[in-house]
């Protein structure tokens, strides 16, 4: 559980208030991006690299919010908590909490994403790096074809599931960002979809949302 400190912060986060948020639950998580997004203006017109910074910026600043260490790329232009540029650690973004003087350090939440691929095998690489990385929450966000939704969810639940290490208190949130394309009603041609996976790979959807192509 983490409460949020009453520090000034960016207008993505205006709607969270002085809530009290589960950042170890998966809905909690979903939910906060899918509020986000309309923040974030994500529009299918642009590139994956675009999508990608405003994402991976906004989990960073998210994770500042909280005063996790956050580990990003320092091409993002983000500071951390020390107001230094971040720097990246094993996959695309960490949420690290770090005690010095207690000794005490975990990973809070570790996220990869892969929008640049619609290639199932290109995503089941990248999701393979958060079951390696032991965190709380592993995030994984992915822009798979419309036709490869099922089987892109039956592969990393499946390499979850396969993997010599687990740890029960670890789960695994999977956003699947989907074009429905041109025939599809503008205000629904987007869909953002979002799945929990336990250590045990046990699959379950946790939230859909529909949003047209251009906000």
Known sequence: ??????????????????????????????????????????????????????????????????????????????????????????????????????????????????????DIDSIKYDFWKLTDVKAFVKVGIFAPKLKDKNAIMEEVSSLVASHGIQVPAEKYLVILILNHGPTELEAQRIEITGYEIDYLRGLREIGSKRFPAVP
């Not at 990608?52 to 260490?69: C, E, H, M, P, Q």
């Not at 695309?92 to 570790?110: G, I, Q, T």
């Open 1 to 118: 559980m983490a409460k949020k400190k009453n520090i000034s912060h960016r207008s993505l986060f205006k709607d969270l208030g002085e809530k009290t948020l589960n950042l170890r639950s998966c809905e909690v998580i979903f939910d906060i991006f899918l509020k986000a997004c309309k923040n974030m203006k994500l529009n299918w017109n642009e590139g994956w690299t675009e999508w990608s910074k405003k994402i991976l910026v906004f989990f960073a600043d998210w994770g500042r919010l909280y005063d996790y260490r956050v580990y990003l790329k320092p091409e993002y232009g983000v500071l951390d908590t020390d107001k230094k540029p971040t720097s990246e650690y094993l996959v695309d973004l960490c949420w690290s909490f770090e005690d010095e003087n207690d000794r005490v350090y975990w990973l809070e939440l570790a996220l990869e994403s892969e929008l640049s691929s619609q």
